[in-house]
């Protein structure tokens, strides 16, 4: 008896709890005529039909109800967990798909804030572009911008999903650096990646195999540092860059981050032979972020004066050159083209990078210098190539620097790397490129929990969309990259160097 | 058995908790600073990865108590408790001879020696795991008890199998001390004795003291602690003591008594670990240049074992709140929030937080020409550069001003003081007493510039002074002249440097 009164009045009390936990709002009292200020603000966007679920939440708010909306039919109604419009994947993906060209509208309420009655705000739309994005982005994780770190990888991203898995991290080479991934023509079967710690190197991942060659140790032995591989294969164009930092203090920027040499370099990933033309291995003119052209006939590259660094870094701008590349000689021509001339243009120009079918050039474009991330002034500059016209992209830009970018394979899409949200860490945006060149608004890369853009303590370097997921034999990489001790001794260390 | 371990219980539990309160307070605090843990997703996606750094987490997460040191001292007494209740059962299940259950205190003891080494838990854990693993073996496969010939059960079984009754043995009251308190408590004595004369542990106890007391801004007992005679014995000492002088601006009046020679006395130079690390974040927070203090923090999260710790979070956070950034700011807090021990902390900042966004300190707008560290040329006059360049930002800065000064008078660079004096003492010292060294200097420099004197009038009495002095030194009776200006620059410059 006793028993069976306990049970009912547990479930009772359970009842109650979970009906107040669930409990959401209904109605509201106020409507206006404001966009909602979501975030990430995805209002007026433009996404790929495969795109993860645009989660959103409003500051302070708990308790939210979005709307979607077609030509007045409800396609789908979301309530927020925990203040988070958490959109089921499998609707969502079903929404896009039967919706894919054409604008869907969002209708949001909340509920707390200011508005603890309810409020109705303006609806917004959202165009669902039946441009694809590739299935996956890469990416480093790193702390923003200094010298040091501990651990860092290269993630790989399922656009689709939040799925986000190791693509190779620095537990392989005893905590040391992991960076400059590229791929062949966005393909997961071709990439290369730097490895710097002892027993470091470049490792090449192509025909299901690894295989490491240091570049300081053959040819002309020079590193290699920003990395472009042909799209065609076989060859990889590095420039070899003597980078140094310096850090400011009391003034807007942080860091500048600058080369006080800088050459260009071609590798032969089928006979390991190193191409350094003269003429971009010289000190008098610094080459830096080398790019190929979708045939794989031109390399193009950015290209400066040199000058004493960094005192006269404001006298340092970066001019955009082409030459012809004779894929079978493997030999540069001896014509050298400016795409871009900064002394009629003005600024500095970076990570220039193609439109896969060959019809646009994007680059960071900043005051001086050669390192967009710390410049706060860089954004993106569009040409359209066959009659160097600047086309706008102004949707793709913030007061914030945006920097390292890439293209979709389809050319229709581009992931760029900003630090809009708060000068200090960059994150993913991605925005869509019309065939005419019309750039749609970027948005941020959507995640389950949209606080997690804010509590991440890595910042997001070399974003890069790949067409697959990248499996790299983990066995072999350890074997390729295997440096000896753990770094545990580091404390004892510092006391030893102390003492 | 229970009796002997309430016994062994009552002798440890008391002497490892005071050892730990009295011996290393500060190393407790320590490492929980020195540690991370946040219950946000990244924590376990990339700081640790889970199962394989399972005892990394579960450190991870205890440490955060560490925050309290009678908290701290608890807990390292849990551990060598544990150790000693397993060996002790251990112990039993094998032998079940009371008199040897003193031995259970041979492994505790040697926990006890190395549990200072212990800082990240792990291998406390693993003692407690070893010794747990241990004395489930012996409770699974010591089926029965070995009645040994000595053991208590064996007498009693014997005098019962002998018709007799059984009997008690009967120990004298020194037996039992010796069994019960004597040999364990000299046992622990050693292990207690081996980790007091760890130099490691002692120096990091005092080195976390100095810093402990230059967080609270507890410049006085800074000083009484490291006397100008621990401070010739000691450069890691010697160096807070010098933060401390210039702290309560008496640097220009007793750095030479500390033993200072060079500019590098003053700061870790080039130093890659996180004593050398921590202590400039706080010379750089000392002297305003908050900029530089967030950079060396992103340096310091490199030496802990998780990549970050909550001393880099709480320190940049409030350099955040400092600066005026409250994106950044609330950023830190935030992921702070997200621990078990920060609330007591965190509620003060969430209000200047509060008030920084009711009132915004405006970004600067223009990047700084003035940039620390990489800048630097090497050698021990790099301090003396970067202070030169922080004046260009700072030029009031009191603190700069006189590390800059007091540096060239420690190079004993005269002409170069006066030059600067001359340019940052008039709104450096506005309303300031000129300081002991400076007023000493600046009567050298008046053989350079005779005009000095109108700018900066020097006491009648000092004059009178150095003029005993320098006819003590044209006499050659260099140990007069020292005796008649001990503690003077004077001294410091003619008698007791080579420059």
Redesign the interface.
Known sequence: MNINYMRRLFVVLASVFLLACGSHPEGVKDKVDAMPPIFPDYVGVTVPVNIAPLNFMIEGVEHLEAIFMRDGAELLAVKSRKGVVDIPIAKWREMLQANAGASVEVTVRAWGGDNPEGVEYAPFEIFISQDKIDDWVSYR?I?PG??????M?IYQRELSSFN?EVLVDNSVNNMGCVNCHSFCAHSPETMMFHSRSDNGGTVFWQNGQLSKTNLATVGPKKQGTYPRWNPKGRYVAYSSNYT???????????N?TYDRASDLIIFDTETGKVLADERFNELARWETYPEWSPDGEYIYFCSADSVWM?SDRRNLHYDLLRVKFDRNTMTLGEEVDTVYNTRLRGGSIGYPRISPDGQYLMYAKLEYGTFPVWHEESDMEMMRLSDGELVDVSPINSNDSESYHSWSSTSRWKVVASRR?????ARVYIAHIAEDGTCGRAFLLPQR?PH?N?????SYNIPELMTGKVSLPKERLLELLDAGTGR?S??????R??? | MKKILLIQSLLLIPLVFVFWIVAYPETLQWMEEYSFFSTLPDFTHLQVRLPGDALRYVGAFVLQFYRWTWVAAALQTLFAWAVMALASYTLWRVLRIEKLMWAAYIPTAIFVARQCLYRDLEWSFVWVIVMALVAIAARLFVRRPVLAKYSDDYQANTSQKRGKNEVKPKRSRFAMALIYVILPAVLLGAGFYVSLNDMDCAFRERIHKMEHLAEEQKWEEILEFVTPEVALNDDALKRYAILALLETDMLANRAFEYGVTTPDDFYFMDRDEFVGIYYNSLLYKSMGVDDEVIHLMYLLNEHSRLGFSFRSLRTMADAYLRIGDALLAEKYLTILSHTTCHGAWLKPRWEKLAALKANPVPRPTEPSDVAVGAHGLQGQVQLLNESLRLLEAFPTNKKIVDVLLCGLLAICDVENFGKYFDKYAPQAYAGHKMPLYYEEALILYSYIDRTIYERFPVRQARLNDFQRFSQYMNSGQKSMARQSAPRSFWAYMYCSTPY
């Open positions: 994780l702390e200094y010298e040091g770190w501990l651990q990888g986000e140094l930092q310096s850090f400011y203090v009391g003034g807007s920027r942080e500048e960094p949200l708060d000068s200090r860490y929990n997690h804010i509590w991440r303590l890595k545990d580091q404390d004892s260390k510092a006391i160097s102390v003492n």
